[in-house]
């Protein structure tokens, strides 16, 4: 659901620029916002889906949905707008930190890396069919009654949660719900090595995606010229890669191990991106070429991505919702700060873009390095705690 309401609008983004008065790039900072809002949103929900189960906070957090949804609908300022879609996103990722706070309830470790190719699938089909569907809606019926549909979608959700969904975790009343022990909790996950570790390189990663998404707007339609239509089917070839690629790591997990996959994976997406920029610096990039080095980008984080997301919860059982918390709160966090960056510098060339995903990329591929080697000192050291403790 968060993606899709994410996503689904983009195609919208001239329309609302033009009954706002404001520009595109101005619309564009919504996405800031609502990157912003399901960051904090998730810190707030993952100690409330420890303490009090997994049904309840998912309750708040989708009537909240639902009703910033109603406002975005009947919005007539930029500012209040931006205000809105904040408000929006905060009740959304409750269904997120939820349903992957889940997959560590249900799951075995070793299982969880293909548990999450498989809700890639899922995920997936959101940013395929979100702006072709938004494309169609906004051109006949306004932008407008797109925010009616993630309404309704809200009201379905929640009843359905409610009827359907079983319990997965028993609360733990243990768990305090005061800002110092929160926080206390959330700076002890954050110092496993492994949860840091493969936390950042995946959230640093995964920036490219975010970087494509508040980018693709302004590249597709104002660069390129398409209209919401054609964008829209853009978008949905695009998000076949990464679904295809998410699906190919459940085949590759047969004979490599998840640390294999994300180095690989890495390494991969760094030539990718450095190819992508020496051709943009030299203007050697139309339309179709753009799309074609964006499909192999896009292809590496949906090899990547679920494996990061798996090893970075392994460690963690009876804390799962505040560790899947934290660790959408970096991704979303540094989704923010990338999307920040391309309504500042992307106006009229592809190169920022270009250059934001290619600088994350490497800087994804160093943590990696430089992270193992703390895991395997952190794993040496408890080796030798046990052999004096005997």
């Not at 019926?141 to 809200?154: A, K, N, P, Q």
């Not at 302004?218 to 998410?246: C, E, N, P």
Request: aromatic share 12%; hydrophobic share 55%; net charge positive.
């Amino acid at each position: 659901m968060a993606h899709f309401q994410l996503i689904c609008i983009l195609p919208g983004f001239a329309g609302i620029a033009k009954d706002l008065n404001t520009s595109v790039a101005n619309v564009s900072m919504t996405l800031s916002s609502y990157f912003i809002g399901i960051s904090a949103g998730q810190l707030l929900y993952g100690p409330l889906l420890d303490r009090f189960g997994r049904k309840k906070p998912l309750f708040i957090g989708l009537l909240v949905y639902i009703l910033a949804s109603l406002g975005c609908a009947f919005v007539t300022n930029i500012d209040t707008f931006i205000g809105l879609r904040f408000i929006q996103a905060v009740g959304s990722c409750a269904a997120t930190v939820a349903s992957v706070s889940m997959v560590r309830d249900l799951f075995p470790v070793k299982e969880i890396p293909k548990v999450f190719s498989l809700l890639m699938l899922v995920v997936g089909l959101s940013p395929m069919l979100a702006p072709t569907v938004g494309g169609y809606v906004t051109t006949y019926y306004g932008w407008h009654t797109v925010f009616f549909i993630l309404m309704c979608m809200g009201i379905v959700i929640l009843v359905a949660a409610q009827i359907i969904l079983p319990n997965t975790f028993k609360p733990d009343t243990t768990i305090s719900l005061k800002p110092k022990p929160i926080i206390s909790n959330f700076i002890r996950i954050v110092k496993v090595p492994q949860f840091y570790t493969y936390a950042f390189t995946g959230a640093i990663a995964f920036s490219g995606l975010f970087t494509y998404v508040a980018a693709s707007p302004i590249l597709f339609m104002d660069i390129f010229k398409v209209d919401g239509t054609t964008y829209g089917w853009i978008f949905a070839f695009m998000s076949l890669s990464f679904i295809s690629a998410s699906q190919l790591n459940s085949f590759l997990l047969r004979k490599f191990t998840s640390e294999q996959i994300i180095f690989g994976a890495l390494i991969t997406q760094s030539v990718i991106s450095v190819l992508f920029l020496t051709l943009a610096i030299n203007g050697l990039l139309g339309l179709y070429e753009t799309i074609a080095m964006l499909f192999l980008f896009l292809a590496c984080l949906g090899i990547s991505n679920p494996n990061t997301a798996g090893l970075t919860l392994a460690p963690f059982s009876r804390n799962a919702g505040s560790a899947s918390a934290l660790m959408g709160a970096i991704q979303l966090g540094l989704g923010a700060l990338a999307s920040f960056a391309v309504g500042v510098f992307v106006k009229s060339s592809m190169l920022p873009m270009v250059l934001i995903m290619t600088t994350s990329t490497i800087l994804a591929l160093i943590i990696l390095i430089i992270g193992k080697r703390n895991i395997k000192k952190a794993i040496t050291t408890s080796d030798d705690e046990i052999v004096i403790a005997h």
